[in-house]
């Protein structure tokens, strides 16, 4: 492990690579004496990853992680390695794994899980998963095959409904609304029942295709929920104040996709029988994992790095930045490496226009793809003048030196974030690469 940090930068599926030559069953007996928790789908794994592996880690608990989202198969066979101690006997070990959707049936051949939770699935990476549809079939195809796990879902995801499935299900969500929306945008997935094809009806939309739904005409609705939102006490770019099953939390991350995360992680939580206060302290004191929401000191400017990789996740991370009534800047970077999706249409499917109305002093531009982002960005309406044009990391570093106001938020693609903070790391202004 040591070796592979130093020669790739990282390294985090270099050893999984190298054990498999070795032995195909190499997994199953490296997470034998773990209890393990599979988080997937489509937005929030990382996030979610990291507020259930903190609060495990608060409670007392023995538990590994692989904390920067390296959630291929090799990857997860290199975080039980490094994780490996020869003549380790400890009871009571748990594994908080993030698996990526179309790795689960890997995984579940050689570990049998004690939970998955599956968070949401959009539209990502057409040219990986095809639409939303595919996607929750490759992630059956993996839960099929331990129906002894405990399955922790999204209840305010209408494809997560009418599973047929031997698993035991607890569902979690929103009992409250957000705001008056109830229609669906031209853009949403999943926008037709899964049962007989009529277009949903909602009570409330939290957002994209999430929340509330039924079908007026076969009577298909989302299920009864274990675990739920009932209240929004405040919302601001600073965090949240909500209520879980009757009781207040707050949380410390921004945008009601960390509502879900935190929700998410307090059910499964809950399922391990973690007590309310435990919960309680690890969400209003939890730090950001690697690149969402990870914030970086570059002389006097907060860089804030979001994540974004398709218009659901990229829509809440601009409604995220439209609670911040200061003056800001913004970064975007874009690609279409492998990792990132080839197609990068789904720009046009953002909702960029929604920022029009914010105050916006500078618009930086970067990554491969840097001209379709701008182009994107012009037709939104923004103008001219407060946009820079950056075709390398020096000449962005230097854009974001000089521009104005101390907040800038950084939105970009995976191989954009993860290129960007090895550059940083570079200069100094980032300790932990991984």
């Excluded at 599979?38 to 903190?54: A, D, F, P, Q, W």
């Excluded at 879980?244 to 945008?255: A, H, M, P, V």
């Excluded at 001219?384 to 521009?403: G, Q, T």
Aim: net charge positive.
């Amino acid at each position: 492990m040591y070796l592979s940090k130093i020669l790739y930068k990282g390294g985090t599926n270099f050893p999984g690579k190298v054990a498999l030559k070795f032995d195909k069953n190499i997994l199953g007996k490296l997470a034998k004496n773990y209890s393990v928790i599979l988080i997937t789908g489509t937005n929030g794994k990382t996030t979610t990853t990291n507020m259930i592996y903190t609060i495990l880690k608060n409670n007392g608990e023995n538990v590994i992680t692989n904390h920067t989202g390296a959630n291929m198969y090799t990857g997860i066979i290199s975080c039980f390695i490094k994780n490996y101690k020869f003549g380790d006997k400890t009871q009571n070990k748990y594994a908080v794994i993030e698996v990526d959707e179309a790795n689960v049936k890997y995984i579940t051949e050689y570990i049998k899980p004690k939970i998955i939770t599956i968070t949401n699935l959009f539209r990502d990476q057409l040219d990986r998963y095809g639409e939303v549809y595919t996607t929750l079939e490759k992630i059956l195809e993996g839960v099929k095959k331990t129906p002894n796990s405990t399955l922790i879902l999204n209840g305010d995801e209408s494809l997560l409904g009418k599973l047929d499935l031997e698993n035991k299900i607890l569902y979690y969500g929103f009992k409250t609304p957000i705001d008056t929306k109830n229609e669906l945008s031209l853009n949403a997935d999943a926008k037709f029942c899964k049962v007989c094809k009529h277009p949903y009806n909602y009570n409330f939309i939290t957002y994209n295709h999430l929340g509330d739904f039924y079908c007026e005409s076969c009577g298909y609705k989302r299920p009864e929920l274990d675990f739920f939102i009932n209240q929004i006490i405040s919302l601001t770019s600073g965090g949240s104040i909500v209520k879980i099953n009757n009781k207040e939390y707050l949380i410390n991350q921004s945008g009601t996709y960390n509502i879900y995360n935190a929700l998410c992680s307090f059910s499964t939580s809950k399922a391990l029988k973690i007590s309310d206060s435990v919960i309680y302290n690890s969400l209003r004191n939890l730090n950001c994992s690697f690149g969402r929401q990870e914030v970086v000191k570059i002389n006097n400017k907060d860089i804030k790095i979001i994540l974004v990789k398709n218009p659901a996740g990229f829509d809440e991370a601009l409604n995220s930045i439209n609670l911040d009534d200061k003056n800001k800047s913004l970064a975007l970077l874009l690609n279409d490496n492998s990792a990132d999706g080839k197609d990068v249409s789904w720009i046009w499917d953002v909702n960029f226009e929604n920022l029009n109305s914010v105050k916006i002093d500078n618009i930086m531009v970067s990554g491969i793809r840097l001209y379709d982002m701008g182009v994107r960005l012009k037709v939104a309406g923004f103008s001219k003048e407060i946009f820079s044009v950056c075709d390398n990391y020096d000449c962005l570093l230097n854009h974001i030196e000089n521009c104005n106001g101390s907040m800038i938020y950084m939105l970009a693609t995976y191989t954009a974030m993860t290129s960007f903070r090895k550059f940083l790391n570079n200069k100094g202004y980032i300790k932990k690469l991984w």
